[in-house]
């Protein structure tokens, strides 16, 4: 079973700063996919980032950019110029190749305050 | 924008009681998911649909847990009895179609239910 873990419960940056969030995966596959989903307070879940793991490039998307380390199993994401708008929680999740039941598996989240 | 409804938004209960719940996913999106969030966790799949058909129900808890898409489009799902270990938010997702490629499998979320057992 694939395991996806977010170590950091809490972070702060200041506006128009940069911060890094950590997640690290378990997995015996070798096609699958990665992807950052964003969760601002009492509104829906939201897609920021994906990421194919047959792909060496990094994702980018405005100012959310990943660094994806397949070898470590390390999927972080980087918010530049950081924005009041960002606070939120932040779920990193792990989905199998393309098929039945392509379930999402998520981390336990990080919540993310930006601060002026 | 299309997106996904979910009724109701609250819902408190007593223990033993029964709840419903209903998602209405984005409109031709043939894939349907309802996911639970314990506070302070990520989602957990419950159950997942294609069209009308049960795709993966294996962590559904289904002494008290049932969950029905009948014409394959909105779909609810019921606890019976509640228990106090079920108060989470209930999260509905969909997309456009499971069996094709990764980025028809996006997910969209809707906003949840959240659940509160006394």
């Known amino acids: 079973a694939q395991t996806v873990t977010q170590s950091q419960p809490e972070m702060s940056v200041q506006e128009a700063e940069t911060v890094t969030l950590s997640c690290t995966y378990d997995t015996s596959e070798n096609n699958y996919y990665l992807f950052w989903y964003k969760q601002p307070p009492s509104r829906q879940m939201i897609l920021v980032i994906r990421q194919e793991a047959y792909k060496q490039q990094n994702a980018t998307e405005n100012r959310f950019s990943v660094n994806f380390q397949k070898a470590a199993k390390s999927f972080s994401l980087k918010i530049s110029d950081s924005q009041l708008g960002d606070t939120a929680m932040y779920f990193c999740?792990?989905?199998?190749?393309?098929?039945?039941?392509?379930?999402?598996?998520f981390g336990t989240g990080t919540r993310l305050q930006v601060t002026l | 924008e299309a997106e996904v409804a979910q009724s109701p938004r609250y819902k408190i209960t007593e223990k033993s009681q029964a709840v419903a719940f209903w998602c209405d996913p984005i409109s031709g999106h043939a894939t349907l998911y309802w996911y639970r969030q314990i506070l302070g966790q990520g989602p957990e799949l419950l159950v997942q649909f294609q069209d009308e058909s049960v795709v993966d129900d294996s962590q559904l808890p289904k002494d008290r847990f049932s969950a029905e898409r009948l014409k394959g489009v909105d779909s609810t799902l019921k606890i019976q009895p509640a228990e106090l270990g079920d108060s989470a938010m209930y999260l509905c997702?969909?997309?456009?179609?499971?069996?094709?490629?990764?980025?028809?499998?996006?997910?969209?979320f809707g906003p949840g239910t959240r659940l509160t057992v006394l």
């Open positions: 999740a792990f989905m199998n190749s393309a098929g039945t039941a392509s379930k999402l598996t």
């Open positions: 997702a969909s997309s456009l179609d499971d069996t094709a490629g990764y980025l028809e499998n996006e997910q969209f």
